[in-house]
């Protein structure tokens, strides 16, 4: 919503049944309890909170005691190796293995790998978010664990800095920084900080979105004159032109293949969303049900669009079924974004981030209390 405004003003139940798992079934109203037991080591009474914080997260677990779950976990942390292991209670071992690294990642590797061996389905623990936040007084890019914990701040241009996004694997963060004064998009490598200006055509440059593979970028450049969606080379050359409107286009966001975009354009009048191929041609409104839509964000099953909409003096989270059309909301606030497993949504909402099972509608908040907080972006 706030990428949209400034190019005008410039001319965290169960996902869903698991599928193919080899001896589990979770069906949409039930969850797996499990323990999470015997954890010694230095280490293993916070690698047990931060376990039992990941999987009740994730959505397919209900952590209870020993004698009454499922599945019971055991592992010992120390230093940084994480030996653990998964077994069904009073029966035969389903995941053994150890890990190393530094810190907490280690047991978020853990968690989601039990995610996967129990139920089939992706984990979220092991991601990383980004965002924007006013705590020093400009707007600048903050990064944490999905969890809202190890906050750390990204940049310090004491300028505008905005239109965060994560590459897929998390290495790499594309933003638009005003420090140069003007509106241009630098890159990121998160391990080490080092930061290149990689798009500063004349005029906007604008909502840099990697796509899946990470070897292109979307963006909003108007180079040419008006604001118009382009696809360039990761290191943001060789610029090509998807649109050509009177209109303003922005916010792309890449389906899982990388064949597609789907973007917000208010050429017409009222933003709506459009569809349009990644090599060019012409975009294809989406039927939303909504005179205003902005921020999409398309899941990485492919399946389904979130986006903002506003609707009686409001900001609220819709999601749009690109498969049969049905579109509902979830939701006060803006820039959804879809977590790796195409069940959670973070948004943004009175400053604070926000976690969403679209599944059950349980919410959690994930960051508060670093002044006005907005516009997160989601590794997978």
């Known amino acids: 919503m706030k990428r949209f405004l400034a190019l005008l003003l410039l001319s965290i139940a169960p996902f869903a049944p698991a599928q193919d798992a080899p001896t589990i079934t979770v069906t949409k109203r039930d969850k797996l309890t499990i ?24 959505g397919y677990f209900t952590v209870a005691p020993a004698d009454r779950a499922q599945f019971v976990v055991s592992c010992n942390a120390s230093g940084n190796t994480l030996a653990g292991n998964v077994a069904e ?6 995941l053994k293995k150890s890990y190393t690294g530094a810190g907490r990642g280690k047991v978020h590797q853990f968690a989601d790998e039990i995610v996967e061996t ?17 705590r020093s007084g400009k707007k600048e890019i903050y990064t944490a664990d999905v969890d809202g914990l190890n906050v750390v701040q990204l940049t310090k241009d004491n300028a505008i800095s905005v239109a965060p996004h994560l590459s897929a694997d998390g290495r790499r963060l594309a933003y638009t920084g005003y420090h140069g004064g003007y509106a241009d998009v630098y ?3 998160l391990a080490g900080g080092a930061r290149s200006r990689i798009m500063k055509y004349p005029g906007t440059n604008s909502g840099a979105a990697y796509s899946p593979d990470g070897s292109r970028l979307a963006v909003t450049l108007s180079k040419d004159g008006n604001p118009e969606l382009y696809v360039t080379a990761v290191n943001g050359g060789s610029p090509r032109r998807l649109t050509r409107t009177a209109g303003v286009e922005s916010s792309p966001t890449w389906s899982p293949d990388g064949s597609e975009l789907i973007y917000s354009s208010d050429t017409g009048g009222s933003p709506r969303l459009f569809r349009i191929s990644a090599s060019g041609g012409s975009g ?17 099953d492919g399946r389904k669009v979130a986006f903002t909409v506003r609707e009686g003096g409001g900001f609220q989270i819709a999601i749009h079924e690109l498969d049969g059309g049905a579109n509902r909301i979830v939701g006060e606030g803006q820039d959804p974004v879809w977590g790796a497993n195409s069940r959670h949504l973070i948004f943004a909402n009175s400053g604070s981030l926000i976690l969403l099972d679209a599944q059950t509608g349980q919410r959690s908040t994930l960051v508060s209390g670093l002044g006005k907080v907005s516009e997160p972006t989601w590794s997978r």
């Open 284 to 300: 294809r409104p989406l039927s939303t049900g909504h005179g205003y839509n902005t921020e999409p964000s398309w899941s990485p």
């Open 118 to 134: 129990l139920t089939g389905n992706r984990g979220i623990a092991s991601t990383k978010i980004a965002f924007v936040s006013t």
């Open 187 to 189: 890159e990121v490598i």
């Open 35 to 58: 323990a999470v037991s015997s954890l010694a080591g230095a280490d293993g009474a916070q690698a047990a909170k931060t376990l039992q914080n990941d999987l009740a997260m994730s």
């Open 89 to 94: 209670r009073g029966g035969s071992t389903l």
